[in-house]
């Protein structure tokens, strides 16, 4: 399982975001997206389940290229991806368990039950919150139940969001070594978008770096830390000095 860009670009309006980009997500890695606002990384993470649409080249999700399928074939390719967004996205309408149970409507009452159990628990929140609505929990629970509700479906994928923005240090930390963990435990392949360098360099198997619409780097941690490119320095000066 394997997720590739090959010379893809994207425009909005005169604004060139992405200029023939080429990279490959390998299977059961840690990718980071890192890059400053507005150049593209969200953009290239929405690419991936055809939220978005390039203007040219082509992105291949397990060897089927997803850049020409119309929005009923992408349903499959969707179903693959579990999508977790920089701010929770929960409807406050509804209680915990069923924002969690959104994606299981094919499922019987008992067995949807225990999946959104199993899958709270996974992200270390506890049954007794599934009558809850949001605002009744914590921002950081929060962020939890929506990878919870990302987890439900089993997906191959785990696309997040600046997963970290918003979260106090402590906060910060445990969301990322929860990314990391998840990964692991559920052999699943995860890209994170991010601006958070001491996050990657905290978990990340490999870091793409993205600037004026090009990849101005893309390695594993100690290729990064040793790029000779001043924007990846700074990012590493800012991440030490939070250390």
Not at 17 to 43: A, C, M, T, W
Not at 50 to 73: A, M, N, R, Y
Not at 98 to 111: I, P, Q, R, S
Request: with cysteine; aromatic share 6%; charged share 25%.
């Amino acid at each position: 399982m394997s997720i590739r860009f090959e010379n893809v670009k994207k425009s909005f309006g005169p604004k060139l975001i992405l200029d023939q980009i080429s990279f490959d997500v390998l299977p059961g890695e840690i990718l980071f997206i890192l890059g400053r606002s507005g150049v593209g990384k969200s953009v290239t993470l929405k690419q991936i389940v055809g939220l978005i649409k390039p203007d040219s080249g082509k992105i291949f999700v397990d060897g089927q290229e997803i850049t020409t399928l119309t929005p009923d074939k992408l349903t499959l390719t969707r179903k693959k991806c579990g999508m977790v967004f920089q701010h929770p996205a929960l409807l406050d309408s509804l209680t915990i368990y069923e924002n969690v149970a959104f994606a299981l409507k094919d499922y019987a009452e008992d067995k949807a039950r225990k999946k959104v159990i199993e899958k709270l628990a996974l992200v270390h929140l506890t049954p007794e919150i599934l009558g809850d609505r949001p605002p009744e929990i914590s921002y950081g629970m929060q962020k939890r139940v929506s990878l919870a509700r990302a987890l439900a479906p089993e997906p191959s994928y785990l696309l997040f969001d600046e997963p970290t923005t918003g979260l106090d240090p402590i906060t910060t930390n445990a969301v990322t070594d929860l990314i990391r963990d998840l990964s692991k435990k559920l052999n699943v392949t995860s890209i994170v978008v991010s601006h958070d360098m001491g996050s990657a360099l905290r978990i990340a198997d490999r870091i793409l770096v993205l600037d004026r619409a090009q990849i101005l780097e893309h390695g594993t941690v100690e290729q990064i830390k040793n790029s000779p490119h001043s924007l990846v320095q700074e990012f590493l000066e800012e991440a030490l000095a939070v250390v």
